[in-house]
């Protein structure tokens, strides 16, 4: 085990620095806060040797074992329990160096997965309440970048084109019909570009929709093939393209999505992750996806998550803003334009008491 004392100037930053130095596995032993004479905090922290962040910042995985079917299922679960047990202990050892007071808002938002060192900044700027909600609503970002919403189909600036990407069975192809159908509804003349050619029976679905929005749809099964669709509906306010959901790790994915841009054109991205996932894929899952150009996050499937602070969590990491949000399978409707206030609430009424 390796102990460090960190001296800070506020606990919240002796907890990034201990997350920098140590991992996220570190666990802090104790704490004392010497504002009142020297103006520092010190903070002791220990990780396990064995839990130490490598070179690339993540863990070294254990040596492996003959491990088969059930054996494996068993292990996870008990991996999920140890995982809630330290969690536990970490939620412990951060209420000790929060002030008196402020432990019961660091609780309500550890009940909303809000990451433990985000959650500790929030309560150090937010003594009730209410003045949590400001601190979040302050942090989020539903901005309008291009001057423009994301839903502002006006097409004062020209018409848009608009990529929807992000891990398998994330939503993308439904949200694109949704997106579609609110362009209809609103008088715009849509058309779907489909690059999903990777997936049986994908593009039936994507056909499927178009056809009962009465929308035209191509299929492209690469950039060329895409530039010459998008020319094709040249005279449409407003192209959704449906890409292929496929694993992020996998570079040659990431590749081909990058040579789209190659083609010059304007085309707004926008990353859609959904919110009933692990909080630590969410956040794996956005590293893989940085080195293309997004524009927004989108968080789909809001309706089947049990705590939305991921939400917050991936905002404050990522520093995009949120388009819209989707809350269910329905098409058209279950899609919400929110700005920083109402995703605050959203995030904040979810989770458990
Ligand atoms: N509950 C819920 N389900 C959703 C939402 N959006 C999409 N789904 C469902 O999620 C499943 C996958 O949706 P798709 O739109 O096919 O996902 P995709 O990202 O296109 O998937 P791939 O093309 O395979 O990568 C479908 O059953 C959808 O009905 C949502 O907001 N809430
Ligand atoms: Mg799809």
């Known amino acids: 085990m390796k102990i460090k004392k960190f001296q800070a100037r506020s606990f919240s930053e002796a907890l990034t620095c201990i997350k920098r130095e140590l991992g996220d596995n570190a666990l802090i032993m104790s704490s004392e806060d010497k504002s009142a004479t020297r103006s520092y905090v010190e903070v002791t922290a220990a990780v396990d040797y064995d839990m130490e962040p490598?070179?690339?910042?993540?863990?070294?995985?254990?040596?492996?074992?003959?491990?088969?079917?059930?054996?494996?299922?068993?292990?996870k679960n008990e991996i999920r329990s140890l995982r809630d047990s330290v969690e536990a202990v970490r939620n412990m050892t951060c209420e000790l160096i929060l002030p008196a007071g402020r432990k019961k808002l660091f609780q309500f938002l550890r009940g909303r997965s809000i990451r433990e060192d985000f959650a500790v900044s929030l309560?150090?700027?937010?003594?009730?309440?209410?003045?949590?909600?400001?601190?979040?609503?302050?942090?989020?970002?539903?901005?309008?970048?291009?001057g423009?919403?994301?839903?502002?189909?006006?097409?004062?600036?020209?018409?848009?084109?608009?990529?929807?990407?992000?891990?398998?069975?994330?939503?993308?192809?439904?949200?694109?019909?949704?997106?579609?159908?609110?362009?209809?509804?609103?008088?715009?003349?849509?058309?779907?570009?489909g690059?999903?050619?990777?997936?049986v029976g994908a593009m039936e679905q994507i056909r499927i929709?178009?056809?009962?929005?009465?929308?035209?749809?191509?299929?492209?099964?690469?950039?060329?093939?895409?530039?010459m669709s998008i020319k094709k509906f040249s005279g449409r306010d407003i192209l959704l393209i449906d890409t292929t959901g496929q694993n992020p790790r996998d570079g040659e994915y990431i590749k081909n999505l990058?040579?789209?841009?190659?083609?010059?054109?304007?085309?707004?991205t926008q990353?859609?992750?959904?919110?009933?996932?692990?909080g630590e894929f969410l956040m794996e899952t956005q590293k893989h996806y940085s080195p293309l150009p997004v524009d927004y996050i989108v968080f789909t499937k809001t309706d089947e998550a049990v705590k939305l602070g991921?939400?917050?969590?991936?905002?404050?990491?990522?520093?995009?803003?949120?388009?819209?949000?989707?809350?269910?399978?329905r098409v058209p409707g279950n899609i919400e334009f929110v700005d920083n206030k109402k995703l605050t609430n959203i995030i904040l009424r979810t989770g458990s008491a």
């Open 54 to 75: 490598n070179e690339s910042g993540a863990y070294s995985p254990p040596p492996s074992s003959q491990t088969h079917g059930s054996d494996i299922s068993e292990l």
């Open 123 to 146: 309560v150090e700027r937010a003594q009730e309440l209410e003045d949590l909600e400001t601190a979040m609503t302050d942090d989020m970002d539903c901005s309008r970048p291009f």
């Open 148 to 193: 423009r919403g994301p839903w502002d189909l006006s097409c004062r600036h020209g018409r848009r084109i608009l990529m929807l990407i992000g891990p398998t069975g994330a939503g993308k192809t439904t949200t694109v019909a949704k997106l579609a159908s609110r362009a209809v509804k609103e008088g715009k003349k849509a058309a779907i570009i």
């Open 195 to 199: 690059l999903d050619t990777f997936k």
């Open 209 to 227: 929709y178009a056809n009962m929005l009465g929308v035209p749809v191509e299929v492209a099964s690469n950039a060329e093939d895409m530039k």
């Open 258 to 268: 990058k040579d789209l841009y190659r083609t010059g054109l304007p085309i707004e």
């Open 271 to 278: 990353l859609l992750l959904s919110a009933s996932s692990d």
């Open 310 to 329: 991921s939400i917050y969590n991936l905002c404050r990491v990522y520093k995009k803003p949120v388009a819209y949000i989707t809350t269910g399978q």
